[in-house]
Nanobody, 124 residues
Framework: QVQLVESGGGSVQAGGSLRLSCAAS????????FGWFRQAPGKEREGVAF???????TYADSVKGRFTISKDNAKNTLYLQMNSLKPEDTAMYYC??????????????????WGQGTQVTVSS
């Protein structure tokens, strides 16, 4: 029922910034965990940032201080502001959602709803 569509990926030089967007539809008044994940070729998908419906956020250690997750409830849109990008941030980025709000805190990757992904490439 929940549909997610990412946008905003692209190529940027190290130290630059990108803002990813995830347009969401079909979710109800239930509480959700919304998250951003990334996956590089040959690597497992990893969680990078999560936000609970009420606004609490968590981040992977690798992106703390550089990435910010937020959401605009009026626009039904999730965002990931990425600053001070590094080549190791290069990956396909996905947004995800799940009613199991504990996923915002446990680091699990088995979310029920996923977007199609948007590529982020950071060059040296």
């Amino acid at each position: 029922q929940v549909q997610l569509v990412e946008s905003g990926g692209g190529s940027v030089q190290a130290g630059g910034s990108l803002r990813l967007s995830c347009a969401a539809s079909g979710y109800t008044g239930r509480s959700y965990c919304f998250g951003w994940f990334r996956q590089a070729p040959g690597k497992e998908r990893e969680g990078v940032a999560f936000i609970y419906s009420a606004g609490s956020t968590t981040y992977a250690d690798s992106v703390k201080g550089r990435f910010t997750i937020s959401k605009d409830n009026a626009k039904n849109t999730l965002y990931l502001q990425m600053n001070s990008l590094k080549p190791e941030d290069t990956a396909m980025y996905y947004c995800a959602a799940d009613t199991r709000t504990r996923l915002c805190y446990t680091g699990g990757t088995n979310y029920n709803y996923w977007g199609q992904g948007t590529q982020v490439t950071v060059s040296s």
